[in-house]
Each structure stands twice: as C-alpha cells, then as structure tokens.
C-alpha cells in the first residue's frame, strides 16, 4: 500500500464516519448519558494525548524535562491560576529542568 492509497482511504473513512453522525436519531443526542458520555471521551481523549506526549520519545518510555512541566501546570491548575500563567510556569518549569540536567 502506498502512502497516497494509506491517505485516501483515511479520508474516506474520516468522510463516512462523519456522514454516519447525520444518521444518528435526534432523541439519542438528546438523551442525558449521550451528553456524559461524550463528556467523558473527550476528557479521556486529552488524557491519553498529555499522557503519550509526557512520557513517550519514539517508541521508548521516558522521564525528562515534559514531567516537570505537566507537574508545574498541573499545580498551578489546582491552584486556579490564570491559564496564561500556567503554560508560562510549565514552559519555566522545563526551561530550568533541560538547563540544570
């Protein structure tokens, strides 16, 4: 399979699966647990994307200056700080982490 083939038969399956979304029934999007759901995917989604770029370089787990960071920001979160300053104390955080080691 070439790339081009790999590409267009990614499109069309991006294409149908969101032409499928139209065939849903109103009522089930209506539905309370759909909204819970959908919530909760998304939440897992983002958790699982921070989690790979955190602690993967390749196909290799690794520990560096990334936790730092996400330790950082996500202090910083609890702390309800501004989110500006979050991504700023995060990059700082791995700033000073890649200088000292």
Do not use: E, H
Not at 19 to 25: N, R
Not at 34 to 51: E, F, H, K, P, Q
Not at 54 to 74: E, S
Request: charged letters at 10%; aromatic letters at 8%; proline letters at 3%.
């Amino acid at each position: 399979m070439t790339l081009w083939t790999a590409i267009l038969l990614a499109c069309a399956a991006t294409y149908l699966t969101k032409l499928a979304g139209y065939a849903v029934p109103a009522r089930w999007l209506q539905n309370p647990r759909m909204a819970r759901v959908a919530g909760a995917i998304t939440v897992a989604l983002l958790s699982a994307l921070t989690v790979m770029n955190t602690f993967a370089a390749g196909t290799a787990l690794v520990i560096d200056a990334r936790l730092a960071a996400l330790a950082v920001a996500a202090l910083a979160l609890w702390l309800r700080l501004p989110f500006l300053l979050v991504v700023v104390l995060g990059a700082a955080a791995a700033g000073v982490v890649r200088w000292w080691g």
